[in-house]
Nanobody, 121 residues
Framework: GQLVESGGGSVQAGGSLMLSCTGS????????MGWIRQAPGKMGEGVAI???????SYSDSVTGRFTASKDSAKNTLLLHMTDLKPEDTATYYC????????????????RGQGTQVAVSS
């Protein structure tokens, strides 16, 4: 059931990044998945939830800028981040989440090791 993220990095404000997450087919086909983030010294924040059918919902802070998607055949979860802002700087985690969670809730069952995103102004 291990989740492994990749794709983080450093960009300037307004830039884009694509995060990816791989895991077992058991997890991807049975659970709601999503992304959460944690910035140093700040409370964790939920970013997106994506259901087994691929439908996604987002926190208000990223709506219109981030797109979550899932490739079940490849057991891969993606997060396409555009128009990045300095406040998006955080460690991003792929996670199994309850389908009943609000997207912005910092709640999860399991998560990966995280990938860092740094956005400079």
């Amino acid at each position: 059931g291990q989740l492994v993220e990749s794709g983080g990095g450093s960009v300037q404000a307004g830039g884009s990044l694509m995060l990816s997450c791989t895991g077992s087919s058991y997890i991807f086909n049975r659970y709601c998945m999503g992304w959460i983030r944690q910035a140093p010294g700040k409370m964790g924040e939920g970013v997106a939830i994506i259901g087994p059918d691929g439908a996604a919902s987002y926190s208000d802070s990223v709506t219109g800028r981030f797109t979550a998607s899932k490739d079940s055949a490849k057991n891969t979860l993606l997060l396409h981040m555009t128009d990045l802002k300095p406040e998006d700087t955080a460690t991003y985690y792929c996670a199994t989440r309850s389908c009943d969670n609000r997207p912005d809730q910092y709640a999860y069952s399991t998560r990966g090791q995280g990938t860092q995103v740094a956005v400079s102004s």
